[in-house]
């Protein structure tokens, strides 16, 4: 009895939405958008609008062609009101391919353009290498021609020595580049004097061996044992110079302060100190206090 009661009220509730006009909605995804609206149509659904991929309304005529449906809301198979709202989702196929041969058109010359940026690159560096260790004034010369803004960098300290050095551009050597951009044609290059670039080499592979801030340290340490009483070493304003003695030791010195046995304070002394070892394990060579 039961079941007969369930099976009497599906069909009740069938009848019930046939007679409100329900239907299912037919896919019609994939089909050209005034092929859907027909097929709609044939099944009795008028009310259909149209969008873009983003969302954006589109006003189309029933007949109008070209354009493809990508997707449909609700969903094929969904059970609708014959005067219920369809959207169609749909795609302007000229426009797409048009678009993606745009596409692949900028693709194409962004390659290509990179590819000549290179072989520029690949150029410059290869005529531009060999001018290292060499005047100054060539690469500076070559480069210019070139078409290219150079920024000339003077010394450790980086000091933008540009303006300097179009007046005066003898006798420095070209110590290396960096920054060279082909796009804004811009290139940074170092300068020396004559034999500086040694100095900086030997400077270097003392410096990886025994850091210049742990030889400082030894120093200061060494200070500190030599006069319990007080050393300062005036790191800021004692004028404080380091340099490669040799390819073991650092040479340092820098004006300190002092305080003696009888605890007065003794500024204006000038302590000059030989640094070797390692890093981990610096060695005080010599160290004097004048």
């Known amino acids: 009895m039961k079941k007969v009661a369930i099976a009497v009220a599906a069909v009740l ?12 909605i037919p896919d019609v995804t994939g089909t ?36 493809t449906v990508i ?24 426009q797409a391919k048009a678009q993606a041969e745009f596409e692949d058109t900028q693709a194409e ?25 060499g005047p100054a004034k060539t690469a500076y010369d070559y480069l210019t021609a070139s078409g290219y803004t150079v920024t000339v960098l003077l010394g450790s300290q980086n000091y933008d020595y540009t ?14 580049y960096s920054g060279l951009n082909v796009i804004k044609k811009a290139v940074t290059l170092k300068i020396t004097t004559p034999g500086t670039d040694a100095v900086n080499k030997e400077t ?7 850091s210049v801030e742990s030889a400082w340290t030894a120093l200061e340490q060494y200070g500190d044992k030599q006069y319990p009483q007080g050393f300062k070493a005036q790191k800021i304003v004692g004028n404080p110079t380091e340099a490669a003695e040799d390819e073991d030791t650092w040479l340092l010195t820098v004006g300190c302060t002092i305080t003696n046995s ?9 302590c000059k100190a030989e640094i070797s070892g390692t890093t981990d394990s610096p060695k005080v060579v010599s160290f004097e206090v004048e």
């Open 163 to 176: 303006s300097d050095f179009i007046n005066d551009s003898e006798g420095w050597i070209a110590s290396s």
């Open 32 to 67: 050209d958008s005034s092929d859907a609206s027909q097929i709609l149509k044939d099944k009795g659904f008028s009310q259909i609008n149209y969008q873009t991929e983003d969302n954006e309304k589109l006003y189309l005529v029933s007949s109008e062609k070209g354009y």
């Open 13 to 24: 509730m069938l009848s019930v939405l046939t007679a409100c006009g329900e239907k299912d």
């Open 109 to 133: 010359a962004s390659i290509a353009k990179g590819k000549e940026e290179n072989a520029e690159k690949t150029n410059l560096k290869q005529n531009l290498d060999p001018m290292m260790g």
């Open 262 to 270: 009888s605890g007065v304070e003794e500024k204006n002394h000038f």
């Open 204 to 210: 270097s592979s003392l410096d990886s061996k025994l």
């Open 71 to 94: 997707s449909q809301d609700p969903a094929a198979g969904s059970n609708a009101n014959s005067n219920g709202k369809i959207t169609l989702t749909v795609r302007n196929e000229a």
